[in-house]
Structures are given as C-alpha cells and as structure tokens.
C-alpha cells in the first residue's frame, strides 16, 4: 500500500493529533483568554471606523447639497438676466 509505506510520516501525524486532543482542553482557554483582548480591540477600531465612515459621507454630502445648490442659483440668475435682456430689444434701446 502506497499509503503506509513511510510508517514515520503516518506515526507523526497521529502522534501530533493526539498530542493535540490530549492538550486541547488546557491550551484553548489560555488562548481564548489571551485572543479575548485582541478580538475587542479589532471590534473597537472597527466601530470606530464605521463611525468615521459615516460622518465623512455625511460632510461629503452636505458639501455637494452646497454646490448644487449655488449652481442653481448661478443658473437662475443667468436665466433671469438672458430673459430681461431678451425682453429689452436693441430698437427699444436706441430710442431712448
């Protein structure tokens, strides 16, 4: 069997799975306990992120609320001065 001919390599990996169920109970509480720290930290800086995130998207909006909203103006306010000089005809200003 070509699966059992390096008896080692077969022996080393049981030997380490054991070596794991056997050692598993008593180290996974010790990194649990030492992850804990980490994983809230992560959860922290990911909040804090988030919260940037929006106040960024937030001003970002209000500034392009702005420009529209002077655009428009500037846009009615060309379209007022066309219309009254579109009104006032070059003959109308000649005889005055």
């Known amino acids: ?6 008896g080692f390599r077969v022996g080393t990996g049981a030997a380490i799975g054991i ?5 598993a109970p008593v180290l996974l ?5 030492a992850a804990r720290p ?3 930290a992560g959860m922290k800086g990911g909040i804090m ?3 940037k995130g929006k106040e960024m998207i937030a001003e970002t909006q209000e500034l392009l609320e702005d420009l529209v909203a002077e655009v428009k103006a500037e846009l009615s306010q060309e379209a ?4 009254i ?7 109308e200003t000649a005889a005055q």
Not at 1 to 6: S, V
Not at 19 to 23: E, H, M, P, S
Not at 80 to 83: N, Q, T
């Open 29 to 33: 509480p010790v990194v649990a306990s």
């Open 19 to 23: 070596g794991a169920l056997i050692l």
């Open 49 to 51: 992120l988030y919260e």
């Open 38 to 40: 980490l994983i809230k």
């Open 80 to 83: 007022g001065v066309s219309e």
């Open 85 to 91: 000089l579109q009104e006032v005809s070059p003959t």
């Open 1 to 6: 069997m070509a699966l059992f001919d390096n």
